[in-house]
């Protein structure tokens, strides 16, 4: 999964970074530089199941974060700037905006960073009706109207300030649209980078913006990223006590990892044998065979059936005999629609 961080100017994104993944890039100099970082995902499950199963390596699945400056804050007024192309190559945005400056003003800010990419979408799409028109005219080929209708609708529903991700699309429509990477089509978690003084006020203004919410499309954290920025530096068990100390529920990290991945609708399913535990992260809704191809492509390919087993009945059960004995291990068929935490084991021909 690949998180890219966008956001005003001196909004706290690299400080926003350098909580969430755990790095220490400098902040505040006004440099604008990009920076990336990959982190293991916390999960859980994966150690219980090492614990277990004592494998010579454990492999927890991995998340991209990019922290890479672009917007301007100044909404329409800005015009399209310039993102950059690795941008448009994330699975989802984390907008970082102010809510800690004498300046802050989320209401206004928040809008205002949608509304520039709505603005770059359009400059991209217009560029294209304009470009495939005059193609089909030269050459008389009219294959590409089809595209060229769903642009326009997709052209009038930016104008009316909303972005893609809002639109309904046909599985044929969303294929055409794929190459675009529009900004506006991405799911969205705000970050409210609140002052050190806040935190014990989370929880209302997690209310107080609460309306930017809407399901599988948009989320909100709540952060101090100033405070949170200092504590990754610290081992677990101390990070724990401060943030007792200090009220904070979860950590910045956490929260981000948890609601992008719903954000985005991904799951993991786990491996696991003496060679390695590892967890690999596919979409909700992902069946057998697909699964297996995130493993490896052969797999997918010479798919003859998974063997099951849900995380808490491994835990308890510990042995594949006893697993078996109990009835534990089921055998699906290319149907199979994999579950979040599901423990599988492939049989495939090559
Ligand atoms: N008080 C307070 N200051 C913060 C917080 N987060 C960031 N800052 C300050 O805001 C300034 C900008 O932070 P950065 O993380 O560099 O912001 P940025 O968005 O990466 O800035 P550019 O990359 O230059 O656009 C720094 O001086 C930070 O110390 C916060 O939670 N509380
Ligand atoms: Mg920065």
Known sequence: MKLGIIGKPQSGKTTIFNAASGQEEAVGDFSQSSHRAIIKVPDERVDKIAEIEQPKKIVHAEIEFLDAPGFTGKGKEAGAGEISNDLKLMDAFIMV??????DADPDKYIPALIDEMILSDLTIIESNIVKKLKKMKVTGNWEAQKEVDLLKQCQEWLENEKPLIEKELSPDDEKMLRGYTFLSQKPLLIV????????????SIYEKYAHFVSKSKRDLAVICGKIEAELVSLDEEEYKEFMVDLGIKSPAVEQVIQKAYSLIGLISFITTGKPATQAWTIKKGTP??????????????GFIRAEVTSYEDY??????????AAGKSRLEGKDYIVQDGDIILFRFNV
């Not at 835990?315 to 078996?324: C, F, G, H, V």
């Open 315 to 324: 835990i308890e059960y510990k042995t594949p005999a006893a697993l078996k």
């Open 192 to 203: 409210l980078n609140i002052s050190e003084d806040k935190i014990d006020e989370t929880d």
């Open 97 to 102: 905006i102010d809510a800690f400056s004498p």
């Open 288 to 301: 057998a065979p697909k699964a297996a191809g995130a493993i490896h492509s052969d797999i997918e390919k």
